[in-house]
């Protein structure tokens, strides 16, 4: 299984709304990762998570909220967003330190109105 | 600093060959990635590349020359279905952050 899945595929939700991303993996992979990504922009780095650990914020506001519950599954969690925040929420796994490239996940795409 | 630079956007023909340049600064370095991604999809692996030379796989190749930050992917035998974004990719010393260049969209024509 090389597939990296996440839920749900699109997202529309209101400023005052609380929601969450999911992104699941059956790799074994140890290092998992948050994107953003905005139209014909390259993907933004906003966390990492390392053996479930978080190992890289890059200062991300704390209406973005992540959780690694367990070694195959990686949460965003989200509240208080802004239309900007507006993008394409992608999740990436990679085997370790060890490892070579990071298998992304579909995304999910998010509008906030 | 980091820097990554790569051409905004490229045309090409069906069927012929085109060469995607990368330019890169960054703190530290343990490998350059290539991506392919199609509009509205996810990053798809193409190449890695962190010893200096030509890594050769099907119609793509890449290319790293440390000492000179500098990377190019070569298409061959161009498909209409190669029209999509190829994004250079640089992974820092620590080996946890892969900084991503803007990207390259091309155009494959008939």
């Known amino acids: 299984d090389t597939e990296v899945t996440q839920t749900p595929k699109h997202l529309v939700m209101g400023m005052t709304n609380k929601k969450s991303l999911k992104c699941e993996q059956h790799?074994?992979?140890?290092?998992m990762y948050w994107y953003k990504q905005k139209a014909k922009k390259p993907p933004e780095l906003m966390f990492v998570?390392?053996?479930?650990?978080?190992?890289i914020n890059e200062s991300v506001p704390s209406r973005f909220s992540p959780e690694c519950p367990n070694s195959s599954l990686l949460n965003l969690h989200l509240h208080a967003l802004q239309p900007e925040d507006s993008a394409l929420y992608l999740c990436?796994?990679?085997?370790?330190?060890?490892?070579?490239?990071?298998?992304f996940g579909p995304g999910t795409r998010l509008t906030v109105t | 600093g980091q820097n990554i630079d790569q051409p905004t956007e490229m045309t090409a023909t069906e069927g012929a060959i085109v060469q995607i340049n990368c330019t890169y600064q960054?703190?530290?370095?343990?490998?350059l990635f290539w991506y392919q991604q199609h509009a509205g999809e996810a990053p798809t692996f193409l190449s890695y590349?962190?010893?200096?030379g030509l890594e050769e796989k099907g119609r793509f190749s890449s290319f790293l020359s440390r000492s000179k930050g500098y990377s190019y992917l070569l298409l061959k035998e161009l498909q209409m279905k190669d029209s999509a974004s190829y994004l250079c990719a640089v992974r820092n010393t620590g080996g946890f952050k892969t900084i991503f260049g803007a990207g390259t969209r091309l155009f494959v024509k008939a």
């Open positions: 790799m074994g992979h140890r290092a």
């Open positions: 590349n962190v010893l200096d």
């Open positions: 990436a796994t990679r085997e370790g330190l060890g490892g070579d490239e990071q298998y």
């Open positions: 998570y390392s053996y479930e650990k978080l190992s």
């Open positions: 960054t703190s530290g370095f343990n490998g």
